[in-house]
């Protein structure tokens, strides 16, 4: 018979040795259906990742706010977080050109979106007077590969590429989108609300084949993001159509996917390549084209306001505005990327409006 001390002790560690198994068991359980590991190598991609992913995790973005993903110095960590990630998604070779040889030892699966099935792409210099991307996909194009992109696995070595590879990796792409040439193409695809959806649907497909216990959530919230996009685009359709005829100039040839989207189209770009910094001949040609607009707007984007932006207006009846392609600052939420869309028809029809 133990003593009655004992007894209590005994009855004191069963008491709390309940708690702690349950609260083992639950950990076990979570670690067990841990989220998926998403990372995008873009903020606009981060956005509809989130919408997909809501209420099961929360996708990584790779560029930090402010850094271009035209010209971005890779570190070791994000090497490292690359090759981690159970999905990464980015835009493609026409864009962020420095992933390139990274993604050669990448064993996991990796999306080059601008090469998904059903993506409407646009090339630098096609017309002005597109009819409505979104709604009329006449320049869609049908991408076939021995595998989808969405599916793709790198098969390579893992050796950090050294900086011969990356430099000639790099040469062999240097007519693509940073350099905005006629014929090349238009890597700022996340602007169609269109092809958002269609990105959407692809990690939609690839979260549920990694986490099958939540297929029914990302299904779920894949109709909720077209559900909210064909609202927004309705609203802004209408708001837009009554701006058409106003001039509007940019500082970076980005936006001709959401022009295209809603009828609209720029008169005039200040930098007459990427983010290259404009001839004295270019500028004098813009301060030109600004006087014979009139009452217009010009747009740059964050986070700084270009001097060149007061020097090319100053004393001319144009307003100068920020239109952000990026979507700085919006947090990486279900509604983010509506936000970054509405945020763009708001901005371009606020400042024409006014005019």
Not at 2 to 23: C, E, H, K, Y
Not at 32 to 60: C, F, M, N, R, W
């Amino acid at each position: 018979m133990l003593p009655i001390q004992f007894n209590r002790v005994l009855s004191v560690f069963r008491l709390f040795s309940r708690p702690l198994l349950l609260t083992a068991s639950l950990f076990c359980t979570v670690s067990a259906h841990a989220d998926v590991e998403v990372l995008t190598s873009i903020k606009p991609l981060q956005l509809i990742a989130a919408a997909v992913q809501d209420g099961a995790g929360k996708p990584a973005v790779l560029l930090p706010p402010g850094a271009s993903p035209h010209h971005y110095a890779m570190r070791p960590s994000d090497v490292r977080q690359i090759r981690s990630a159970d999905l990464f998604y980015w835009i493609g070779p026409d864009m962020e050109t420095f992933l390139v040889p990274v993604l050669q030892g990448r064993d996991k699966p990796s999306t080059a979106v601008q090469s998904l099935p059903n993506m409407t792409l646009r090339h630098f210099g096609e017309g002005a007077h597109d009819e409505h991307a979104h709604h009329e996909h006449e320049h869609e194009h049908e991408h076939e590969h021995d595998e989808h992109a969405h599916e793709a696995h790198a098969e390579h070595d893992h050796a950090e590429p050294d900086h011969k590879t990356v430099a000639a990796q790099a040469a062999g792409h240097d007519e693509h989108d940073h350099d905005h040439r006629p014929g090349s193409l238009d890597a700022h695809l996340w602007l169609l609300p269109a092809n958002a959806v269609v990105i959407a649907e692809a990690m939609a497909r690839d979260m549920a084949k990694a986490d099958p216990d939540n297929a029914t959530r990302y299904e779920s919230n894949l109709a909720a993001f077209k559900q909210r996009l064909t609202a927004l685009d309705e609203r802004l359709s209408k708001r837009l159509g009554e701006t058409r005829s106003k001039p509007f100039f940019v500082f970076h040839e980005a936006y001709e996917y959401f022009e295209a989207a809603y009828g609209i189209k720029h008169t005039g770009v200040f930098s007459a390549g990427g983010e290259a910094q404009p001839g004295a001949r270019h500028v004098a040609a813009m301060r030109e084209r600004l006087e014979q607009a009139g009452p217009s707007c010009v747009f740059y984007e964050p986070p700084v306001r270009p001097r060149l932006a007061d020097s090319l207006t100053r004393g001319l009846p144009a307003k100068v505005a920020e239109l952000d392609a990026l979507g700085y600052g919006i947090d990486a939420s279900a509604g983010g990327y509506e936000q970054l869309i509405d945020n763009l028809g708001t901005s371009l029809a606020g400042c024409l409006e006014s005019l």
